[in-house]
């Protein structure tokens, strides 16, 4: 492993450890916590057992959309009907994508699915602050941090899969998997550990 996969799949010790204490147990801390325990069974996985770190993966991207639909449904005070019906689509077609492409592989094209909503939670969530216009300073907001954080790390994971897309060249992929994802993973926990620290999320 590179130097950049270990400090990536390592980051999301960051946000465990400098979450204040009444933080401990919201939604970014338990989100960085699974974030850690699966990047590490997919790291100390044998090569081999490519199935499992599919499987692994897409887990990961499923719990991931619950942790950010619960995190913005709350912060951006969604009706719960609408939240509820919002995550039964999105939900039910990257289920739909998953087994069309087969349970052994990626599913990257719910995923696509996934990260284009984020991007779009994240832009209402800028949206949302300016309307409000309750925050004299942006950098003590823990919600304008962790909404940053997801807006910049979904981008570029929705870039990768776009130019996989396009292209449909494996090693491409990974290549900018390395040097654009795992950088902007490391980047979006240390920005949730700041948003971690300041107040309750």
């Known amino acids: 492993m590179s130097p950049i ?3 990536s799949a ?8 400098a979450a204040k204490k009444v933080n401990r147990g919201t939604v970014l801390w338990v989100y960085a916590l ?3 325990i699966l990047n590490l069974t997919i790291s100390l996985a044998p090569i081999s057992w490519i199935t499992f770190k599919s499987l692994c993966a897409n887990f990961f991207i ?3 959309f619950l942790c950010f639909c619960i995190f913005y449904r709350k912060q951006l005070e969604v009706n719960v009907k ?3 019906a919002l995550f039964s689509i999105l939900t039910i077609i990257y289920l739909l994508l998953f087994f069309q492409s087969g349970y052994k592989h990626f599913n990257a094209t719910g995923a696509s699915v996934f990260y284009l909503s984020y991007i779009s939670f994240a832009l209402a969530g800028f949206v949302y602050i300016m309307k409000r216009a309750v ?3 942006l950098e003590t907001s823990p919600f304008f941090i962790a909404n940053a954080a997801i807006l910049i790390y979904t981008s570029s994971v929705f870039f990768v899969f776009l130019t ?3 292209f449909r060249d ?11 994802v795992e950088p902007m993973n490391a980047f979006k926990y240390l920005l949730f550990a700041l948003a971690l620290r300041l107040k309750d999320n």
């Open 5 to 7: 996969t270990i400090i």
């Open 34 to 36: 699974i974030g850690l």
């Open 62 to 64: 499923l719990a991931e």
């Open 10 to 17: 390592l980051s999301p010790v960051v946000p465990l450890l």
């Open 164 to 166: 996989y897309f396009i």
């Open 135 to 137: 925050i004299k300073r």
């Open 170 to 180: 494996d090693m491409l992929r990974s290549h900018l998997w390395h040097i654009v």
């Open 82 to 84: 609408l939240g509820r």
